[in-house]
């Protein structure tokens, strides 16, 4: 599609995290964020096509897991007009009024950790926690976005009780 763009972000040792930048007739949507510490990473995919994220109408958060909503907020910090868009279900754990799942799961093992897997664990909630975002768009299934209302919205939970994904009509 000429406009949609597949972005490879690269993050830390050898991994990769894709967000999806969408031109959708002049309106920048970017479909995820990537990891904490990853927003210059993400703004020079994004330069690469041709964009600015300063320019950025809209942030869609699939779900809650670190490697989609880790630079949320710098996304919203270079841009200051992106809106940030998440499923009613996830935006207490992108918000961190409540602990993501997968944090919450792994802060029960705690005591169980070695002292290696705790100072790990511990510099990833911190990273994590400071990555929180306010949500200014609350979505639920078939909900119709984009300034031609033609980015439907599909709640897929399973991987999360809010994942969503997008169709682009």
Known sequence: YNNV???E?????????CPVLIDNDGELILVDSGMPGLSEN???????CG????????????????????SANNVKLYS?????????????YIEWTKEPIKVA?????YDKMSDTEKLTFDRFYMA???????????VENNDEIGKNSNILIKHT????????????K
């Open 5 to 7: 763009y597949l972005l």
């Open 9 to 17: 972000v690269n993050g830390p040792e050898t991994s990769s995290y």
């Open 42 to 48: 993400l703004k020079s995919e994004i330069a690469a």
């Open 51 to 70: 964009f600015d994220m300063a320019e950025g109408d809209m942030l869609i958060l699939t779900h809650q897991a670190t490697d989609h909503v880790g």
């Open 80 to 92: 200051g007009k992106t809106h940030i868009v998440c499923h009613s279900a996830e935006r207490e």
């Open 105 to 109: 799961q792994r802060k029960k093992d």
């Open 128 to 138: 994590f926690k400071a990555s929180a975002v306010n949500i200014d768009i609350i």
């Open 157 to 168: 939970p399973g991987h999360t009780p809010g994942h969503i994904c997008i169709y682009i």
